[in-house]
């Protein structure tokens, strides 16, 4: 009788096996379940690290793969270590990695740099609250240095999470190790509380150091992390990293190369991360580099490995003295696309501050497209709505700055290095005069409120907001001003309706009426078929004799078509005057033509206080 007798399908020659087949009781397996220790402890084996099955440890899991390419071996063979997993589950492969579903799994393995090179998977969301108390001493002697009475309260160093790989030459002494090179998927899951109390030394963070890894789907709230050298909540320093779909927030402090998702990232793709943080640099003049997403980010030679569809909010406080320092990226010499800062920089012992990136790396042919920042930027010298100091070698194209600028020495509406004549290529670039207090930028164009909150203004200037069938667009307006004061958002932003303008403002209810300001919004109500059931106000004076030239010089088309459909919504002029309004007749879908004035067919409306002049 043949019982839990199996052979790998997959290594064996027989002609016609395959998983799933069986002889005289034994079953054939792939090589993926041969290797996992859950097909044998379910079968009855006695394994180390479990009673479920007995006591006598006869079996042990071969983890790493060092011993008996991956399959059992018995407990007696050199180089069994008696642990069963290390996880909740998993072998540590793309098909089936460690499964991380508890604390005490992120703690074995930040303590065990030979699995820095395996594959996880979060299964579950994690309190990480109890990293606050840990210290690094094991107090019991048991091998698990987070697990002692003192890691439960204050006593103890209370340094906290000691991090996912390290910088050679760092980190916690005894643990060793070099730097994560495996991949992390967070699986949708949240880690929440993250403490690392640590310094001085260099890479700080959930991940300390890490090279050539993939960390994606993860969200770490509420963490607080405190470093020294490359300090980020998620990566201290990184190099050739792909970071996808992050969100980050909490509180950050270090002395140099400090940002939410990394301190320090080189050869990193990073996509689609949210991260809102109040960092808190403490530098010389020459160490500060500090960004609300990446401290540093560096290109590896011969390539462009762009941010893209990011974002960072907070606060970024220097004390001291620091250089440069940015919204979004500290210093950069890579492109940055579809993306924005709104951080507030207090800096104002900064040598060169900007909303969006505080030093971009001359000689460098990248691009920043498509972007916007909207904090108040607060510098030493060369403070900038966009860059502290930017490079003519760089495209600047479709970008704007809306936040207050100000500085001890040369403050400038986009780039505060302004010495020398621009010689870039900048195309659809624009500050705010009145929010940014800057009358004058190095180069692009200044805005009033009013205009930047037009989308004429930036249609005109090749901003896309419709996009096509195979390419969504890059912009919506925030027509509500519940977003982003009225100005440009991104497309993917929270709050976006899809639609590219709502007029002056209002939603078009009886209580908040879409407001009529402007030409370009009374153009907007004639060419908006599906707003005519609304509700209107308008707040301004017009002068409407360009209408002459409109539709082919036909004239303004008029509001309301005769049953195609009709205005059936209100409108208050509040006795503002529309001035030299020229009328072209409004027609049907069979082309015949129909009723014209302002309004060319309206039907239960109510139409009130308009006054309409030559």
């Known amino acids: ?14 002609p016609g096996t395959s998983p799933g087949d069986s002889q005289f009781g034994a079953e054939a397996r792939a090589t993926s379940d041969m290797i996992y220790f859950a097909l044998y402890t379910d079968a009855g084996f006695d394994f180390a690290g479990e009673t479920a099955n007995g006591t006598d440890d006869i079996w042990d899991a071969d983890q790493l793969a060092s011993v008996n390419d991956g399959y059992p071996l018995l407990a007696w063979q050199t180089q069994a270590d008696g ?16 499964e991380i579903a508890t604390l005490q799994d992120l703690a074995f393995l930040a303590q065990n740099p030979a699995y820095w090179d395996a594959h996880f998977r979060q299964t579950a969301d994690i309190d990480a609250s109890a990293t606050a108390t840990w210290d690094d001493a094991d107090t019991d002697s048991d091998g698990n240095r987070y697990n002692d009475p003192d890691d439960a309260d204050a006593t103890g160093g209370n340094q906290g999470f000691p991090g996912i790989g390290q910088e050679p030459g760092y980190g916690v002494v005894g643990i060793g190790g070099g730097p994560f090179t495996g991949s992390y998927d967070g699986g949708g899951h949240t880690l929440t509380g993250l403490t690392l109390n640590r310094g001085p030394g260099v890479a700080f963070g959930l991940f300390g150091k890490a090279v050539d890894a993939r960390i994606h789907d993860l969200a770490i709230q509420s963490a607080s992390v405190a470093g020294a050298s490359s300090t980020g909540i998620l990566v201290g320093d990184g190099e050739g990293l792909r970071l996808a779909n992050l969100t980050l927030s909490g509180t950050l402090s270090g002395e140099h190369t400090v940002g939410a998702l990394a301190g320090g990232c080189t050869g990193c793709e990073v996509d689609s991360v949210r991260a809102a943080a109040a960092i808190t640099i403490s530098g010389g003049f020459t160490r500060g580099w500090a960004g609300g997403l990446i401290g540093r980010a560096k290109a590896l030679p011969g390539q462009d490995t762009p941010i893209r569809n990011s974002s960072a909010t907070g606060t970024l406080t220097v004390s001291g003295s620091a250089n440069p320092v940015g919204g979004l990226l500290g210093v950069s010499d890579v492109s940055v696309y579809n993306s924005y800062a709104d951080v507030d920089i207090q800096a104002s012992g900064a040598f060169k501050a900007g909303g969006l990136i505080g030093d971009v790396a001359p000689d460098t042919l990248i691009a920043f497209v498509d972007s916007y920042a909207a904090g108040d930027v607060h510098g030493g010298a060369y403070t900038g709505g966009l860059f502290g100091e930017h490079s003519d070698d760089a495209l600047h194209l479709k970008l704007y700055a809306s936040g207050a600028v100000s500085g001890e020495d040369r403050t400038d509406g986009i780039s505060g290095m302004n010495r020398f004549a621009f010689t870039g290529t900048a195309q659809g670039v624009f500050w705010n005069t009145e929010t940014t207090g800057q009358a004058e930028a190095h180069f692009g164009t200044g ?8 989308v004429s203004t930036f249609r005109e200037a090749g901003w896309d907001f ?17 977003v982003n004061n009225g100005f440009p958002i991104l497309r993917w932003q929270e709050g976006p309706d899809d639609v590219a303008f709502y007029y002056s403002g209002g939603q078009g209810t009886s209580d908040d009426p879409y407001r009529i300001g402007s030409l370009d919004d009374l153009r907007a109500f004639s060419e908006t078929q599906e707003h005519w059931s609304r509700h209107f106000v308008q707040i301004a004076d017009i002068n409407a004799a360009p209408t002459v ?3 082919d010089s036909a004239g303004f088309a008029s509001v309301g078509i005769f049953n195609f459909p009709p205005f059936s919504g209100s409108y208050n002029g509040r006795h503002h005057v529309i001035d030299s309004l020229h009328v072209t007749p409004s027609r049907g879908p069979d082309n015949s033509v129909q009723f014209h004035g302002l309004f060319g067919y309206a039907k239960g409306a109510v139409i009130d206080s308009v006054a309409l002049r030559n």
Do not use: K
């Open 83 to 98: 642990i069963l997993t290390l996880f909740s589950a998993g072998q540590g492969t793309p098909a089936r990695p460690y």
């Open 447 to 454: 805005l009033t409120t009013s205009q930047m909150r037009q």
């Open 466 to 482: 419709d996009g096509t069938e195979s390419t969504p667009a890059a912009w919506d307006m925030d027509q509500a001003r519940t």
């Open 549 to 551: 030239s409109w539709n």
């Open 1 to 14: 009788t043949l019982t839990s007798v199996y052979w790998d399908a997959e290594a064996d020659s027989l």
